[in-house]
Protein backbone atom coordinates (compact mmCIF):
# COMPACT_ATOMS: atom_id res chain seq x y z
CA UNK A 1 0.00 0.00 0.00
CA UNK A 2 1.54 3.39 -0.97
CA UNK A 3 1.55 6.78 0.69
CA UNK A 4 -1.02 9.56 2.67
CA UNK A 5 -1.63 10.03 -1.59
CA UNK A 6 -3.64 6.83 -1.24
CA UNK A 7 -5.84 7.60 1.46
CA UNK A 8 -9.05 9.80 0.40
CA UNK A 9 -10.44 11.78 3.72
CA UNK A 10 -7.05 10.73 5.31
CA UNK A 11 -7.81 13.64 7.31
CA UNK A 12 -10.74 11.85 8.97
CA UNK A 13 -10.16 8.12 8.84
CA UNK A 14 -10.96 5.74 11.48
CA UNK A 15 -11.03 1.80 10.16
CA UNK A 16 -13.19 -0.53 12.16
CA UNK A 17 -11.45 -4.25 11.99
CA UNK A 18 -13.79 -7.33 12.60
CA UNK A 19 -12.67 -10.18 13.05
CA UNK A 20 -15.37 -12.26 11.48
CA UNK A 21 -14.93 -15.81 11.97
CA UNK A 22 -13.89 -15.10 15.87
CA UNK A 23 -16.97 -13.51 16.02
CA UNK A 24 -19.31 -15.62 14.10
CA UNK A 25 -18.13 -18.82 15.53
CA UNK A 26 -18.80 -17.33 19.05
CA UNK A 27 -22.38 -16.43 18.16
CA UNK A 28 -23.00 -19.60 16.73
CA UNK A 29 -22.05 -21.92 19.52
CA UNK A 30 -24.37 -19.77 21.73
CA UNK A 31 -27.15 -20.25 18.85
CA UNK A 32 -26.35 -23.79 18.65
CA UNK A 33 -27.26 -24.69 22.65
CA UNK A 34 -30.13 -22.18 22.50
CA UNK A 35 -32.13 -23.71 19.58
CA UNK A 36 -32.70 -27.69 18.40
CA UNK A 37 -32.71 -27.33 14.61
CA UNK A 38 -30.27 -26.29 12.39
CA UNK A 39 -32.17 -23.57 10.41
CA UNK A 40 -32.82 -22.14 13.25
CA UNK A 41 -29.89 -22.13 14.77
CA UNK A 42 -28.21 -20.39 11.09
CA UNK A 43 -30.81 -18.12 11.37
CA UNK A 44 -30.28 -17.23 15.18
CA UNK A 45 -26.49 -16.61 14.04
CA UNK A 46 -27.38 -14.49 11.37
CA UNK A 47 -29.87 -12.16 13.17
CA UNK A 48 -27.12 -11.92 16.60
CA UNK A 49 -24.03 -11.13 13.86
CA UNK A 50 -26.43 -8.62 11.98
CA UNK A 51 -27.30 -6.91 15.51
CA UNK A 52 -23.69 -7.12 16.98
CA UNK A 53 -22.70 -5.85 13.69
CA UNK A 54 -25.46 -2.63 13.67
CA UNK A 55 -23.83 -2.13 17.12
CA UNK A 56 -20.42 -1.61 16.58
CA UNK A 57 -21.39 0.67 14.16
CA UNK A 58 -23.12 2.74 15.92
CA UNK A 59 -20.80 2.37 19.31
CA UNK A 60 -17.35 3.33 17.06
CA UNK A 61 -18.80 5.18 14.43
CA UNK A 62 -15.94 4.59 12.10
CA UNK A 63 -15.18 6.00 8.82
CA UNK A 64 -13.89 2.77 7.20
CA UNK A 65 -15.21 -0.41 8.17
CA UNK A 66 -14.02 -4.37 7.05
CA UNK A 67 -15.11 -8.00 8.17
CA UNK A 68 -11.77 -9.63 7.62
CA UNK A 69 -12.78 -13.76 6.87
CA UNK A 70 -9.99 -16.99 6.78
CA UNK A 71 -9.24 -17.70 3.32
CA UNK A 72 -6.62 -19.73 3.51
CA UNK A 73 -6.74 -22.99 4.96
CA UNK A 74 -3.18 -23.53 4.99
CA UNK A 75 -0.45 -20.59 4.41
CA UNK A 76 3.80 -19.95 5.19
CA UNK A 77 2.93 -21.53 9.40
CA UNK A 78 1.82 -24.92 7.91
CA UNK A 79 5.18 -25.17 5.41
CA UNK A 80 7.27 -24.15 8.10
CA UNK A 81 5.16 -26.15 10.91
CA UNK A 82 2.94 -28.87 9.52
CA UNK A 83 1.05 -29.36 12.97
CA UNK A 84 0.28 -25.78 12.77
CA UNK A 85 -3.23 -25.53 14.33
CA UNK A 86 -3.45 -29.55 13.57
CA UNK A 87 -5.72 -29.93 16.64
CA UNK A 88 -8.21 -27.01 15.88
CA UNK A 89 -11.64 -28.52 15.71
CA UNK A 90 -13.31 -27.76 12.10
CA UNK A 91 -16.05 -24.94 11.34
CA UNK A 92 -19.18 -26.84 11.99
CA UNK A 93 -20.30 -27.94 8.29
CA UNK A 94 -23.62 -26.01 8.66
CA UNK A 95 -21.93 -22.82 9.32
CA UNK A 96 -19.43 -23.02 6.94
CA UNK A 97 -22.12 -23.84 4.19
CA UNK A 98 -24.13 -20.49 5.61
CA UNK A 99 -20.74 -18.39 5.48
CA UNK A 100 -21.57 -16.87 1.76
CA UNK A 101 -25.23 -15.48 3.47
CA UNK A 102 -23.04 -14.16 6.45
CA UNK A 103 -21.03 -12.20 3.96
CA UNK A 104 -24.31 -11.02 2.43
CA UNK A 105 -25.89 -9.79 5.61
CA UNK A 106 -22.68 -7.43 6.27
CA UNK A 107 -22.36 -6.45 3.06
CA UNK A 108 -25.61 -5.27 2.98
CA UNK A 109 -25.16 -2.99 6.32
CA UNK A 110 -22.12 -1.43 4.75
CA UNK A 111 -19.77 -3.97 5.83
CA UNK A 112 -16.84 -5.56 2.63
CA UNK A 113 -15.48 -8.67 2.92
CA UNK A 114 -12.03 -8.95 3.46
CA UNK A 115 -10.16 -12.54 2.68
CA UNK A 116 -7.42 -14.18 0.97
CA UNK A 117 -6.36 -17.24 -0.59
CA UNK A 118 -2.96 -17.46 0.32
CA UNK A 119 -2.76 -15.50 3.47
CA UNK A 120 -4.10 -15.47 7.27
CA UNK A 121 -6.98 -13.36 8.28
CA UNK A 122 -4.79 -12.45 11.34
CA UNK A 123 -1.39 -11.29 8.83
CA UNK A 124 -4.48 -9.12 6.83
CA UNK A 125 -5.72 -7.50 10.17
CA UNK A 126 -1.88 -6.92 11.26
CA UNK A 127 -1.25 -5.54 7.69
CA UNK A 128 -4.35 -3.29 7.50
CA UNK A 129 -3.73 -2.07 11.19
CA UNK A 130 -0.15 -1.02 10.74
CA UNK A 131 -0.32 0.64 7.76
CA UNK A 132 -3.08 2.94 9.32
CA UNK A 133 -0.89 3.13 12.31
CA UNK A 134 2.36 3.59 10.48
CA UNK A 135 0.19 7.47 9.38
CA UNK A 136 -0.80 7.73 12.74
CA UNK A 137 -4.79 7.08 12.35
CA UNK A 138 -6.99 5.01 14.73
CA UNK A 139 -8.07 1.73 14.25
CA UNK A 140 -10.09 -0.43 16.62
CA UNK A 141 -9.84 -4.49 16.39
CA UNK A 142 -12.96 -6.67 17.49
CA UNK A 143 -11.58 -9.60 18.51
CA UNK A 144 -11.50 -11.69 22.01
CA UNK A 145 -7.82 -13.11 20.03
CA UNK A 146 -5.17 -11.89 22.40
CA UNK A 147 -2.91 -12.93 19.95
CA UNK A 148 -3.67 -9.25 18.19
CA UNK A 149 -1.87 -7.35 21.71
CA UNK A 150 1.25 -7.65 20.08
CA UNK A 151 -0.37 -5.15 17.80
CA UNK A 152 -0.97 -2.44 20.55
CA UNK A 153 0.18 1.12 20.65
CA UNK A 154 -1.48 4.40 20.65
CA UNK A 155 -3.11 4.13 17.57
CA UNK A 156 -4.29 0.40 17.64
CA UNK A 157 -7.02 -0.58 20.23
CA UNK A 158 -8.51 -3.99 20.82
CA UNK A 159 -12.08 -4.65 21.65
CA UNK A 160 -13.49 -7.75 23.80
CA UNK A 161 -17.02 -7.48 22.37
CA UNK A 162 -18.06 -10.13 24.55
CA UNK A 163 -16.92 -9.15 27.49
CA UNK A 164 -17.17 -5.76 26.86
CA UNK A 165 -13.90 -4.48 27.33
CA UNK A 166 -10.45 -3.04 25.65
CA UNK A 167 -7.75 -5.84 25.80
CA UNK A 168 -5.13 -2.87 26.45
CA UNK A 169 -1.67 -2.58 27.74
CA UNK A 170 -2.50 -2.32 31.38
CA UNK A 171 -4.57 -5.74 30.19
CA UNK A 172 -1.25 -7.16 29.17
CA UNK A 173 0.54 -5.92 32.31
CA UNK A 174 -2.04 -7.52 34.60
CA UNK A 175 -2.64 -10.45 32.71
CA UNK A 176 1.12 -11.24 31.55
CA UNK A 177 3.66 -8.74 33.80
CA UNK A 178 5.21 -7.94 30.34
CA UNK A 179 4.89 -4.97 28.23
CA UNK A 180 3.32 -4.84 24.70
CA UNK A 181 6.82 -5.70 22.77
CA UNK A 182 7.63 -8.75 24.38
CA UNK A 183 4.58 -10.71 23.98
CA UNK A 184 5.65 -12.51 20.98
CA UNK A 185 8.69 -13.41 23.57
CA UNK A 186 6.41 -14.42 25.87
CA UNK A 187 4.65 -16.79 23.56
CA UNK A 188 7.86 -17.90 21.87
CA UNK A 189 8.83 -19.44 24.95
CA UNK A 190 5.64 -20.63 26.52
CA UNK A 191 4.35 -22.16 23.07
CA UNK A 192 0.46 -21.48 21.78
CA UNK A 193 -1.75 -24.18 22.68
CA UNK A 194 -4.59 -23.23 20.94
CA UNK A 195 -2.53 -23.13 17.83
CA UNK A 196 -0.18 -25.93 18.35
CA UNK A 197 2.85 -24.05 18.45
CA UNK A 198 5.15 -25.76 20.63
CA UNK A 199 7.76 -23.36 23.09
CA UNK A 200 10.67 -24.26 25.61
CA UNK A 201 9.85 -27.58 27.39
CA UNK A 202 9.36 -26.96 30.78
CA UNK A 203 9.27 -23.03 30.49
CA UNK A 204 5.21 -21.79 31.89
CA UNK A 205 4.31 -18.56 31.80
CA UNK A 206 5.90 -17.71 35.32
CA UNK A 207 9.24 -18.67 33.97
CA UNK A 208 8.60 -16.96 31.33
CA UNK A 209 7.86 -14.18 32.42
CA UNK A 210 10.66 -14.27 35.32
CA UNK A 211 13.16 -14.34 32.14
CA UNK A 212 12.18 -11.61 29.89
CA UNK A 213 12.02 -9.49 32.95
CA UNK A 214 15.23 -10.36 33.29
CA UNK A 215 16.67 -10.06 29.74
CA UNK A 216 14.14 -7.99 28.48
CA UNK A 217 14.04 -10.20 24.99
CA UNK A 218 14.43 -13.76 23.81
CA UNK A 219 17.44 -12.53 21.73
CA UNK A 220 19.05 -11.10 24.76
CA UNK A 221 18.32 -14.45 26.59
CA UNK A 222 19.95 -16.72 24.07
CA UNK A 223 22.94 -13.86 23.76
CA UNK A 224 23.74 -13.89 27.75
CA UNK A 225 25.46 -16.81 29.52
CA UNK A 226 23.63 -19.31 30.69
CA UNK A 227 23.28 -19.52 34.03
CA UNK A 228 20.38 -21.06 35.60
CA UNK A 229 18.36 -23.90 35.00
CA UNK A 230 15.83 -22.12 32.77
CA UNK A 231 18.29 -20.12 30.53
CA UNK A 232 20.02 -23.38 29.70
CA UNK A 233 17.01 -24.51 29.40
CA UNK A 234 15.91 -21.97 26.48
CA UNK A 235 19.15 -22.38 25.31
CA UNK A 236 19.53 -25.43 24.48
CA UNK A 237 15.68 -25.42 22.51
CA UNK A 238 16.92 -22.01 21.19
CA UNK A 239 15.80 -22.92 17.21
CA UNK A 240 12.30 -24.09 18.71
CA UNK A 241 11.89 -20.71 20.73
CA UNK A 242 12.99 -19.13 17.44
CA UNK A 243 10.33 -21.05 15.12
CA UNK A 244 7.43 -21.01 17.59
CA UNK A 245 8.38 -16.98 17.39
CA UNK A 246 8.26 -16.84 13.75
CA UNK A 247 5.12 -18.81 13.84
CA UNK A 248 3.41 -16.29 16.15
CA UNK A 249 4.63 -13.23 15.39
CA UNK A 250 2.02 -11.53 12.65
CA UNK A 251 2.62 -10.36 9.19
CA UNK A 252 2.41 -6.86 8.59
CA UNK A 253 3.20 -6.15 4.95
CA UNK A 254 1.28 -8.27 2.85
CA UNK A 255 -0.21 -6.71 -0.48
CA UNK A 256 -3.54 -6.48 -0.05
CA UNK A 257 -4.37 -5.31 -3.96
CA UNK A 258 -6.63 -2.19 -2.94
CA UNK A 259 -7.19 1.11 -1.83
CA UNK A 260 -8.83 1.65 1.75
CA UNK A 261 -11.31 4.08 0.33
CA UNK A 262 -12.65 0.79 -1.03
CA UNK A 263 -13.52 0.33 2.60
CA UNK A 264 -15.29 3.65 3.23
CA UNK A 265 -18.25 3.61 5.38
CA UNK A 266 -21.47 4.43 3.87
CA UNK A 267 -24.12 5.37 6.29
Known amino acids: MAGEGSFPGFDIMQLLIIDALNLIRRIYAVQT?????????????????EQVARKLLGQFTPSHVVAVFDGAPEGFRHRLFPDYKAGRPPMPGPLAAHMDELQQSLWQLGIDALLSDTDEADDLIATLA????????????????????????????????????????????????????????????????????????????????????????????????????????????????????????LVDDIELGFNLKDLRYRR
Open 33 to 49: TQHQDEASQLAATRATV
Open 130 to 249: NTLAAHRRQVTIISTDKGFCQLLNPWVRLWDHFNQRWLDSAHVQQQYGLAVGQLVDYWALTGVSGSGIKGVPGIGPKRAKSLLQQHGSLDQLLMAPAETRDEKTVHQHGSQALLARQLVR
